[in-house]
């Protein structure tokens, strides 16, 4: 495959992962009992978003090197054949 593909199937993947860990660790304004006037109270306090972009980067770098694996991998296409 060409280079374009594997940065396209990376970013497929980026994003799933990403959906995948945004909701860990959020708590709502009504679990911390400080519900801000006018705001939604299951709004979250703090999203930690650059913590889970990078958590969302490793993930999909490990699942990505295993996707390639498996690709590459003569006993699986052995098998899948």
């Known amino acids: 495959m060409q280079l374009f593909t594997y940065i396209a199937i990376y970013f497929i993947v980026w994003w799933v992962c990403l959906f995948v860990t945004l909701p860990f660790g959020v708590r709502g304004q009504h679990e911390d009992g400080l519900v801000t006037d006018g705001t939604e109270p299951g709004a979250p306090v703090s999203t ?4 889970k972009l990078l958590a969302t980067t490793l993930i999909a770098a490990v699942a ?18």
């Not at 930690?48 to 913590?51: D, R, T």
């Not at 991998?73 to 899948?80: D, G, R, T």
């Open 64 to 81: 990505m090197a295993l996707l390639l694996w498996g690709m590459s991998s003569p006993w699986l296409q052995a098998y899948w054949s």
């Open 48 to 51: 930690l978003i650059w913590q």
